[in-house]
Antibody, heavy 117, light 107 residues
Framework: EVQLVESGGGLVQPGGSLRLSCAASGFAFSNYWMRWVRQAPGKGLVWVSHINGDGSNTDYADSVKGRFTISRDNAKETVHLQMNSLRDEDTAVYYC??????????WGQGTLVTVSS | SPELTQPPSVSVSPGQTARISCSGEALAERYAYWYQQRPGQAPVLVIFKDNERPSGIPERFSGSSSGTIVTLTISGVQAEDEADYYCQSADRNDPSWVFGGGTKLTV
């Protein structure tokens, strides 16, 4: 059974940092791209970042480029999102997402990040 | 980056057919995916690659594509279908994702 469990969310002041983690299980982790998608309160889904299987290919939404860094540890089957210089507008539920071929599509339960003074 | 446009809301009575559109130039060359999201829950894939239905998704959910517009159709809408629906595009040559703004389906 595929499981994606996010952690690391919480309350942080503007300008601060957080590191989100997503622990994966139930599939061949190193074979798959992993993504982070966020959803601000009452708003829609927004793609944040992705990373390929061996970590050599990453990309970011313009709104987070230069502030967020995605990485993965295939030995620990974990993907991370390091978030620096956080802003009020980064407040959101952050989802870890796996998509493979066909309907192989899984989302974690999400972790809430609140940026506020 | 490509943009996807959805109507903010669609309202239907139980048993009727709901159609939710999603438009964007990228859709002419990219597959569309549709997600259902109920309050407080993570999104669930209901249509992939324009018109394919995942296992476990009721047959009343279907998808279609024509040029730069894709449509999610829910036939014989049930009360449990009330949710937010998001279209999303992706392409094998560009793994970056983009989502539509979401459509609130009221039954």
């Amino acid at each position: 059974e595929v499981q994606l469990v996010e952690s690391g969310g919480g309350l942080v002041q503007p300008g601060g940092s957080l590191r989100l983690s997503c622990a994966a299980s139930g599939f061949a982790f190193s074979n798959y791209w992993m993504r982070w998608v966020r959803q601000a309160p009452g708003k829609g889904l927004v793609w944040v970042s992705h990373i390929n299987g061996d970590g050599s290919n990453t990309d970011y939404a313009d709104s987070v480029k230069g502030r967020f860094t995605i990485s993965r540890d295939n030995a620990k089957e974990t993907v991370h999102l390091q978030m620096n210089s956080l802003r009020d507008e980064d407040t959101a539920v952050y989802y870890c997402v796996l998509r493979g071929l066909g309907d192989f599509d899984f989302w974690g339960q999400g972790t809430l990040v609140t940026v506020s003074s | 980056s490509p943009e996807l446009t959805q109507p903010p809301s669609v309202s239907v009575s139980p048993g009727q057919t709901a159609r939710i559109s999603c438009s964007g130039e990228a859709l002419a060359e990219r597959y569309a995916y549709w997600y259902q999201q109920r309050p407080g829950q993570a999104p669930v894939l209901v249509i992939f690659k324009d018109n394919e239905r995942p296992s476990g998704i009721p047959e009343r959910f279907s998808g279609s594509s024509s040029g730069t517009i894709v449509t999610l159709t829910i036939s014989g809408v049930q009360a449990e279908d009330e949710a937010d629906y998001y279209c999303q595009s992706a392409d094998r040559n560009d793994p970056s994702w983009v989502f539509g703004g979401g459509t609130k389906l009221t039954v």
